[in-house]
Antibody, heavy 120, light 107 residues
């Protein structure tokens, strides 16, 4: 059974950088049939797609975040990461990582989510 | 970006009811439409992918239909564990946008 677990600071100061890691267990991050995604959810609101990364290292990002976001992958440690620079209160949210199937780009496994609050 | 809308935004239903949720895309997405269920404090759970394919382990009372721009999620014989929020997502073009969600609660 594939499991994903987000980790990282729960509190980030405005203008600083949010950094999260998603650890994958029960399966290989090097799977040819999947790629890896980040999604966030502000309190009481809906799901927002952030971006994803392929094993090759190629990435796609939401245009509204593209200038501030970087997703990277570490096959040695079976994890992938999210960096979001110059954060503001609007970046406060629960952040989820997910595995995405190449067949129809659906996210079949998700982490439990981690709350990141942007506040001084 | 492709915009996704859902209706209704919320509904009240009883155990045993048949529930239908509609999702509409602002342009054709073929069958690249996924449905997720989310319960409070939990991550989303995949129910349906490619518009009508049931994810392994999901009860058969969940079904999906539609193509191009109009899609439907149907829950037949609603069970207590089905009270949750449901999201559609298009995975046809970047960014993979979600609908605003439909909250299903107990009547």
């Amino acid at each position: 059974q594939v499991q994903l677990q987000e980790s990282g600071p729960g509190l980030v100061k405005p203008s600083q950088t949010l950094s999260l890691t998603c650890s994958v267990s029960g399966g290989s991050i090097s799977s040819a049939d999947h790629y890896w995604s980040w999604v966030r959810q502000p309190a009481g609101k809906g799901l927002e797609w952030i971006g994803h990364i392929y094993l090759s290292g190629n990435t796609n990002y939401d245009p509204s975040l593209k200038s501030r976001v970087t997703i990277s992958i570490n096959t040695s440690n079976n994890h992938f990461s999210l960096r979001l620079t110059s954060v503001t209160a609007a970046d406060t949210a629960v952040y989820y990582c997910a595995r995405v199937s190449r067949t129809s780009n659906h996210s079949d496994y998700w982490g439990q989510g981690t709350l990141v609050i942007v506040s001084s | 970006d492709i915009q996704m809308t859902q209706s209704p935004s919320s509904l009240s239903a009883s155990v045993g009811d048949r529930v239908t949720i509609t999702c509409r895309a602002s342009q054709s997405i073929s069958d690249f439409l996924n449905w997720y269920q989310q319960k409070p404090g939990k991550g989303p759970k995949l129910l349906i992918f490619a518009a009508s394919s049931l994810q392994s382990g999901v009860p058969s009372r969940f079904s999906g239909s539609g193509s191009e721009t109009d899609f439907t999620l149907t829950i037949s014989n609603l069970q207590p564990e089905d009270f949750a929020t449901y999201y559609c997502q298009q995975s046809y073009s970047i960014p993979f946008t979600f609908g605003p969600g439909t909250k299903v609660d107990i009547k």
